[in-house]
């Protein structure tokens, strides 16, 4: 105890520069909490240390600046780490778009840092001696992660919940409370450490054990829950494996499309029988497949068996003399019947439309994606799905968004499809953190995913979390599986982020009153 003592006051005592690189260090290092490595002792520690160094801005002038710029200092650190992966993104067409690898890396980064100091800031403002920060640090902390999922389209990648991949246990509470009641309680697991420098250890003892009932009732959850299968429904996904480079490239396109047709024609397994809906990953045709006769003929032959067909497809539509152009879906049912069409909602910035087009477009930035910008879709949707449960269509990022991937006037969908590209993300950190984040989806509606990645991971996701089969990055193939069944409604999908508001307010009152002593 007495090491973590003059650690305590070491870090307490640090000012100026050294005190921004300490937060920038720890930032740095908190974000390895998050997949593929998972070290979610790395962000528990990374938090006690950031209130740590808050406690020291606390004693100096001007408190409130000096929280902020170490608040901003970490959070750089945690998102340069973090999202280094989008640097692969500039890369798939370098002439045009290497020279914004550097300001992407650094801008992105340092503009999400903003919500987490303005979180340390305002804690700095009412801050107290005692268990009374604690409680401050994780409302105003949790506050800022809320934020920045929903200000300026939102953004809610890597939350503090996402340090518990290792513990798919621990991610069940986000079925009562959602990824962002689970990450206030983990930012006040780890400011609860910084107390151990003090030699007190009521505060992290009690979160601790909060833990572990939380580790107690997830483990409980996944033994005590069947999860039963949708009989008559066999599913093929298609990871066909084709470069980014090569896929609007017409010399590539007739290879490409072969390759989706061979693969959901192979074998089936035996013991699942022929499929009854194949899934193709975003934009898997590479070209309009609505304006594609030949295509949309072959598509046939799978609807006169009597097979399903989803495909994610770039659409045009003629508005007078105006063209748009949407990220769709595309659900060709069995029989013949004409396709159903769910349009992209939720668009990337910078990827499928660039802000501010007219002013960033005089500095030569342009999307990523090639053609013009493409048009939001209208929401969420509950399609049919030709002889399965009704089916939501997420397409790409759109599963990233708690409580935002169905309607919630509308009917409840049986299972969600999730169509993507992670080749844009990388061949490592991008894919497995998108993907962590739609099992949190999953555990948290309770309902299972087909997700169709064109490069990985596809998988089938039950409603648990668990993976079923999956295809990892970088390989050409299918996964066949059935579909799970739904599970009843959970308590977050009836009452979305209510909870995290109950414990926001609990946060607040015990803040109060622990400053009251």
Same mark, same amino acid.
């Given at each position: ?169 621990? =991610? ?156 769709? =879906? ?76 169905? %309607? ?13 590209? %992670? ?38 996701? %039950?409603? =648990? ?14 996964? %066949? ?5 739904? =599970? ?30």
């Amino acid at each position: 105890m007495s090491f973590l003592a003059r650690m305590g006051s070491g870090v307490r005592a640090l000012t100026g520069w050294r005190r921004l690189l300490l937060a920038f260090v720890m930032g740095a290092a908190s974000a390895t909490g998050f997949a593929p490595l998972g070290f979610f002792t790395a962000l528990l520690i990374g938090y006690g240390a950031l209130l740590l160094l808050i406690d020291g801005a606390d004693t100096t002038p001007r408190p409130v600046r000096r929280a902020f710029a170490a608040g901003w200092a970490f959070f750089f650190g945690q998102f340069l780490v973090g999202l280094h992966w989008i640097g692969f993104a500039f890369m798939v067409d370098p002439a045009a778009h290497l020279w914004q690898m550097p300001f992407a890396l650094v801008s992105l980064p340092a503009g999400l840092a903003l919500f987490g100091a303005l979180g340390c800031g305002l804690a700095a403002y009412f801050w107290q001696d005692g268990p009374a920060r604690i409680f401050v640090f994780a409302v105003l902390l949790g506050c800022a992660e809320w934020l920045r999922g929903h200000i300026f389209t939102g953004f809610p990648w890597n939350l503090s919940a996402y340090g518990w991949s290792a513990s798919l246990a621990v =991610l069940q509470s986000a079925s009562l409370m959602g990824a962002y009641g689970l990450s206030f309680l983990t930012i006040l697991l780890g400011g609860s450490l910084a107390e151990l420098a003090d030699r007190r250890w009521r505060a992290p003892a009690g979160c601790a054990l909060l833990f572990v009932a939380l580790w107690g009732y997830g483990a409980w959850r996944i033994a005590a829950t069947p999860v039963t299968d949708v009989p008559g429904v066999s599913l093929r996904l298609v990871q066909p494996n084709i470069p980014q480079r090569e896929k609007y490239v017409r010399h590539f396109m007739l290879r490409n499309w072969q390759k989706l047709m061979d693969l959901s024609i192979s074998p089936a397994n035996a013991a699942l029988g022929r499929p009854t809906h194949i899934i193709w990953p975003e934009a898997a045709t590479g070209f309009p497949v609505a304006r594609a006769p030949g295509a949309l003929d072959q598509i046939s032959l799978f609807q006169a068996r009597g097979q399903t067909l989803m495909t994610g497809s770039d659409r045009i539509e003629r508005a007078g003399g105006d063209l748009s152009f949407y990220n769709s =879906l595309y659900l060709f049912g069995p029989g013949g019947v004409l396709p159903v069409v769910y349009d992209k909602f939720h668009l990337v910035p910078f990827g499928e439309y660039v802000p501010f087009a007219k002013v960033l477009g005089r500095l030569g930035v342009t999307k990523l994606t090639t053609g013009g910008g493409f048009s939001s879709g209208d929401g969420p949707k509950v399609l049919a799905a030709g002889g399965a449960p009704p089916v939501t269509a997420l397409i790409c990022y759109e599963v990233i968004f708690p409580h935002a991937v169905t %309607d919630p006037k509308g009917p409840r969908p049986g299972w969600f499809v999730n169509i993507t590209d %992670d080749s844009w993300f990388g061949p490592w950190a991008g894919p497995r953190q998108h993907l962590l984040i739609a099992r949190t989806r999953a555990i948290e509606e309770g309902l299972p995913i087909a997700r169709a990645a064109n490069t990985g991971i596809s998988t089938v996701i %039950d409603p =648990l979390g668990r993976l079923h089969a999956p295809l990892t990055l970088n390989q050409s193939g299918v996964v %066949d599986a059935r579909l799970p069944a739904a =599970l009843p409604q959970t308590p977050y999908a009836r009452f979305g982020d209510l909870l995290f508001v109950l414990l926001l307010v609990t946060g607040a009152f015990a803040a109060f009153v622990f400053a009251r002593k």
